[in-house]
């Protein structure tokens, strides 16, 4: 995780202007547009012109106060005051020199606004670009409010984080800067908001919130620029009492931490640290302080800002959520040679009805790992058992790295007991020799408290992506996808069920409005797998959408999406959204 010390904030982006009746006179602004909060503000707007070429500004509405003149010759800054709004979301587009600019505030009031989740990382500016994918659930329209703060280590601290942002599923635009904003969600449609700006120093980093007024979900992604690396990172909407990470700091593997305190008030964050085996290991009474809406991020064995002691280990680290708080938690893990870059989800809330994995792979270059953790105060039994694509149990080659030297067997099971707060770790890498890789999808019962998540690596290159296990048995599941460009996306379904299952499929556009229904069929346990818009559904080639599954009465399903640039070689898990 990109962490570092910010001493100016440094706005460095030009928005290219329009030319004037004067071919010798053009205009170009610093933005195109700025957020305000319902409380108000002091805006500026950056303009630059050829000497001698005069601009003066018009449009400006009764809730804005030009505090400096409202004309000028070449370069120039144009200052404003922007009133305290008690009614609803309000814009005025102002034209300097014929160049537009928008001013927007949030509405004072907006009934049935609740707080909805929240990404505990976002980084912005020097290569690293965050875009935010918003999906309305929903039958009807909603309004989303998505806020920015800040860190303490950034110019603004620890307070609103003013970002520059673009807006894809829209017109060209100019960004526009906010560090929050309003926007609407249409019934069953998707909003993508994407930080933008010249990649100049100093990295923003912060954190998210997402309020709403209807069903909305989403998730983020990170991309890094010089790298081409992507992570994905679910809205957190669990309140939970607390949230562990599985850290294996091992073989040149290293984990990244961010924690965000989504409560107005400064907050003491309690942290355990067990080994893999399930020891303390932690110092007594560490904790993690961070203001209201405050953020961190840190190299979980950096000797300096993280915990030296997991330098080297596996285990887990706990942050426990303080009395009356709330707090959202997020890992990186970075893997050599290439720094791949992968999630690793936060776990939480977990019961003993166990999970499923809608998706495996190992051999002909693949491999998985499946990661287990006892989240419980007592030891429980642990039974993974695999499936093939037609729901027979799957021979799969095991390796146990726990182990000394790497106990392997091949087996359709795991089954084995593990202690409370410990870690197990099953590995699948069947030869790269296979002609194709073997597939299917895995399932997890257990008397205790365990969850977990599997880690798809592809050995030729490197790279790896994360997927929880699914238990939590949602009525549907919708995919986000985004097949624009060079980007595709794999969708992986199975079922949880001794009986075969007929699973509704409706494929809607960015808009909401549907353009494609199907019903899968599997067999008793069993798993399908395809390429969307070349395998199957043709409509959502070229754009980006929504697939929802609806999950068939008396029966459980899980949904996994892969997102696939090709000209990066890189691929990244997509998040099912639960309905």
């Keep these: 995780?990109?962490?570092?010390?910010?001493?100016?904030?440094?706005?460095?982006?030009?928005?290219?202007?329009?030319?004037?009746?004067?071919?010798?006179?053009?205009?170009?602004?610093?933005?195109?547009?700025?957020?305000?909060?319902?409380?108000?503000?002091?805006?500026?707007?950056?303009?630059?012109?050829?000497?001698?070429?005069?601009?003066?500004?018009?449009?400006?509405?009764?809730?804005?106060?030009?505090?400096?003149?409202?004309?000028?010759?070449?370069?120039?800054?144009?200052?404003?005051?922007?009133?305290?709004?008690?009614?609803?979301?309000?814009?005025?587009?102002?034209?300097?020199?014929?160049?537009?600019?928008?001013?927007?505030?949030?509405?004072?009031?907006?009934?049935?606004?609740?707080?909805?989740?929240?990404?505990?990382?976002?980084?912005?500016?020097?290569?690293?670009?965050?875009?935010?994918?918003?999906?309305?659930?929903?039958?009807?329209?909603?309004?989303?409010?998505?806020?920015?703060?800040?860190?303490?280590?950034?110019?603004?601290?620890?307070?609103?984080?003013?970002?520059?942002?673009?807006?894809?599923?829209?017109?060209?635009?100019?960004?526009?800067?906010?560090?929050?904003?309003?926007?609407?969600?249409?019934?069953?449609?998707?909003?993508?908001?994407?930080?933008?700006?010249?990649?100049?120093?100093?990295?923003?980093?912060?954190?998210?919130?997402?309020?709403?007024?209807?069903?909305?979900?989403?998730?983020?992604?990170?991309?890094?620029?010089?790298?081409?690396?992507?992570?994905?990172?679910?809205?957190?909407?669990?309140?939970?009492?607390?949230?562990?990470?599985?850290?294996?700091?091992?073989?040149?593997?290293?984990?990244?931490?961010?924690?965000?305190?989504?409560?107005?008030?400064?907050?003491?964050?309690?942290?355990?640290?067990r080994s893999d085996s399930g020891t303390v290991i932690s110092a007594p009474g560490a904790a993690i302080s961070l203001a209201g809406n405050g953020h961190t991020s840190f190299g979980l064995a950096d000797p300096v800002l993280g915990f030296p002691v997991t330098a080297d280990k596996r285990g887990t680290i706990e942050f426990d959520t303080p009395a009356g708080g709330r707090i959202s938690v997020l890992g990186l893990r970075f893997t050599p040679p290439n720094n791949a870059l992968t999630t690793i989800p936060a776990i939480a809330n977990v019961g003993t009805n166990g999970g499923s994995i809608a998706h495996i792979a190992t051999g002909n270059g693949w491999q998985t790992t499946f990661v287990l953790v006892n989240a419980g105060s007592g030891a429980a039994q642990v039974n993974l058992n695999f499936f093939g694509d037609n729901g027979n149990p799957l021979s799969l080659p095991l390796s146990f790295p726990q182990i000394g030297g790497g106990s392997t067997s091949v087996a359709t099971a795991v089954n084995q007991v593990l202690a409370a707060g410990a870690t197990l770790i099953v590995e699948s890498a069947a030869p790269q020799s296979d002609p194709a890789p073997t597939i299917g999808s895995a399932q997890l019962t257990t008397n205790g408290n365990v969850g977990g998540f599997v880690i798809f690596r592809y050995n030729l290159d490197g790279q790896e992506a994360v997927v929880p296990i699914e238990s939590r048995n949602a009525n549907a599941y919708i995919l986000a996808f985004d097949n624009t460009g060079d980007i595709s996306t794999g969708i992986a379904i199975n079922s949880v069920s001794t009986q075969g299952v007929n699973i509704p499929v409706t494929v809607r556009d960015s808009a909401g409005t549907q353009i494609a229904t199907d019903t899968i069929t599997l067999a008793p346990n069993g798993h399908l797998s395809f390429t969307l818009g070349s395998g199957k559904y043709p409509a959502t080639a070229g754009i980006r959408g929504t697939m929802e599954f609806d999950t068939p009465a008396n029966a459980q399903i899980g949904v996994l999406g892969i997102r696939i640039p090709a000209a990066a070689h890189t691929f990244t898990t997509l998040p099912a959204l639960a309905k």
């Design 1 to 273: 995780m990109h962490v570092r010390r910010h001493a100016l904030f440094a706005l460095a982006f030009i928005v290219c202007g329009g030319m004037t009746a004067s071919a010798q006179c053009s205009y170009a602004l610093n933005a195109g547009g700025q957020a305000f909060a319902p409380a108000g503000g002091i805006g500026s707007i950056v303009i630059t012109a050829s000497q001698g070429c005069v601009w003066n500004v018009t449009g400006t509405p009764g809730w804005i106060t030009l505090t400096s003149s409202a004309t000028g010759s070449g370069n120039g800054t144009l200052t404003y005051q922007v009133a305290v709004n008690a009614g609803g979301d309000r814009s005025a587009a102002i034209a300097i020199a014929g160049v537009s600019f928008t001013a927007e505030q949030e509405a004072g009031a907006l009934p049935g606004l609740v707080f909805i989740g929240s990404i505990a990382h976002l980084a912005a500016a020097e290569n690293w670009t965050t875009a935010f994918t918003i999906v309305n659930k929903d039958s009807i329209s909603a309004i989303a409010r998505l806020s920015f703060s800040g860190d303490a280590i950034d110019p603004s601290g620890n307070g609103p984080l003013p970002l520059p942002l673009a807006f894809p599923l829209q017109p060209a635009a100019s960004p526009m800067l906010a560090g929050s904003l309003d926007r609407p969600v249409a019934s069953n449609a998707s909003l993508i908001i994407d930080t933008a700006g010249a990649q100049a120093p100093p990295v923003l980093v912060g954190s998210a919130q997402l309020m709403a007024t209807g069903s909305l979900d989403g998730f983020a992604i990170f991309h890094q620029i010089a790298t081409n690396q992507e992570a994905v990172v679910p809205l957190e909407n669990r309140s939970a009492r607390s949230y562990l990470l599985a850290f294996d700091n091992t073989g040149g593997l290293t984990l990244g931490v961010a924690v965000a305190n989504i409560s107005a008030q400064a907050a003491s964050i309690p942290v355990i640290i």
